[in-house]
């Protein structure tokens, strides 16, 4: 902040999504920067508001908020006769300098001196000046630093960790950047999850309590707990509210579960196809290649299953987990399944552990890219519904790592997409694949 005496723009608006705020904050910033405002303007977005402090006076404030806060939404609504275009209704603004209101109006919304600091369904209250702005964002608890919120966040779960002695969930920090934006004052409390659950395989618990409540897990060797935020202080009645939610995700996924395990394996012919194609061509030693023909039978087995329907995220654990228990012993077959939608052509650090992760996952992104150009979904310049471009791209680097660039050339790749489906046009995969693709 700029000083208790700087002015304040605050603009209440209850909901604002979480993926929306530091990108507004951005360009909220790169306004200021057009109009050579950038060290006199501080600006925090929250699920609530939108907070820009000034260190500036001059006669034509309405307008330099105004330019502040053009364009800075990437999805808007109008929800009145203004026609005025914002992320979430406004509910209200307040504006001003000590103790001064500076007279604004948005979308037929007049500026105040009053705002809601508790949930966003309380009353309003006045505020006497900017200075006593501060000091009620303190008083109630509202961090509006995004970073300060994670710190908090964290602060919090290792705290939690320590009283429980429990570790907590290494991919934990999305999640955590997810729950700063969904709340302005962090509060952190846990329950543990209802030992009729505990059959569930980890990876299920974690996917049921992670994507749908965005909990955090915690474990140890004979619990599993998760750690969730609620918006006022914690008590009991909202603990047993976050326990019957977690009840309900996890007793539907344990219906899922044993449904799918009671269920005859999905076989991808395409896929096996696929596999042997290219142990092939290229040159996998025979042992290599047998154990790839043996996994690839189950490489797209939990694609069909009730749970990984509901979450994606586990689809190549529960195609791992069901060839294990269709006699698939082997750790690199099984390492290979559970690896081969690790590289999606965005995260380019890591590949699959072995050859035969390597393989399946090629085999998979070739599918895709071929099903992309069955259906009509040829990507463009500003389109790709179905990840093709992304596939190519995760093909070459995995290509490149694994020195297979002389042996899976941009011909052979092209003739292996075009094989897949005889409908496909062959001088349109071309042209895709060889401006994409080095040789």
């Known amino acids: 902040m700029l000083g208790k005496d700087c002015t304040v723009l605050e603009i209440f608006t209850p909901g604002i999504p979480s993926r929306y705020q530091k990108k507004a904050e951005n360009l909220v910033m790169k ?77 037929g919304i007049s500026s105040s001196n009053r ?27 509202i961090i509006l630093d995004r970073n300060k ?22 991919d934990s920090q999305y999640l955590i950047e997810d729950n700063a934006g969904l709340s302005e004052n962090i509060h952190c409390d846990y329950s543990f999850v209802d030992d009729k ?44 509210g976050n326990n019957d939610v977690a009840c309900a995700r996890l007793s539907d996924a344990l219906f899922n579960f044993r449904k799918d395990l009671e269920t005859e394996p999905y076989i991808s012919r395409d896929h096996v196809s696929l ?53 698939v012993s082997d750790i690199d077959i099984l390492i290979g399944i559970q690896d081969h939608t690790m590289h999606n052509g965005i995260n380019t650090d890591q590949i699959p552990r072995s050859i035969h992760g390597c393989v399946f996952s090629i085999a998979d992104k070739i599918y895709n890219i071929s099903q992309a150009f069955s259906r009509g979904f040829i990507p463009t310049g500003s389109s790709d519904p179905l990840g093709a471009r992304r596939a190519l791209k995760s093909i070459s680097i995995i290509r490149d790592r694994m020195s297979w660039r002389s042996r899976l050339t941009r011909f052979w790749i092209v003739n292996i997409i075009q094989q897949t489906d005889a409908r496909i046009d062959k001088s349109l995969v071309e042209r895709f694949v060889f401006q994409r693709l080095e040789s």
């Open 31 to 107: 306004n200021a920067i057009a109009l050579g405002m950038q060290d006199y303007v501080r600006v925090y977005c929250t699920c609530n508001r939108l907070v820009i402090f000034m260190s500036i006076s001059n006669s034509g404030m309405q307008d330099v908020a105004k330019d502040l806060i053009k364009n800075i939404w990437g999805q808007t609504m109008r929800w009145n006769s203004s026609r005025f275009r914002w992320v979430r209704p406004i509910r209200s603004i307040l504006f001003m300098q000590d103790d001064r209101i500076i007279p604004l109006e948005i979308a």
């Open 149 to 170: 919120r994670i710190d908090a966040i964290n602060n919090g779960i290792r705290n939690i960790c320590s009283e429980l002695n429990m570790e907590q969930q290494s």
């Open 115 to 141: 705002t809601t600091l508790g949930k966003p369904w309380e009353d309003s209250i006045a505020i006497p000046s900017s200075e006593s702005y501060i000091e009620a964002l303190l008083e109630n608890n």
């Open 275 to 327: 596999c042997k194609c290219l142990c092939i061509l290229l040159s996998i030693h025979k042992k290599t290649a047998n154990e790839i023909y043996q996994g690839s039978y189950f490489l797209k087995s939990g694609s069909r299953t009730s749970i990984a329907g509901d979450h994606s995220s586990i689809e190549s654990m529960m195609s791992t987990l069901i060839a294990e228990r269709n006699g």
């Open 197 to 240: 659950y505990l059959s569930l395989p980890y990876f299920v618990i974690k996917a049921c309590l992670n994507d749908h409540q965005r909990y955090i897990v915690l474990s140890d060797k004979d619990r599993i707990a998760f750690v969730y935020f609620p918006v006022s202080t914690p008590s009991e009645l909202i603990k047993k």
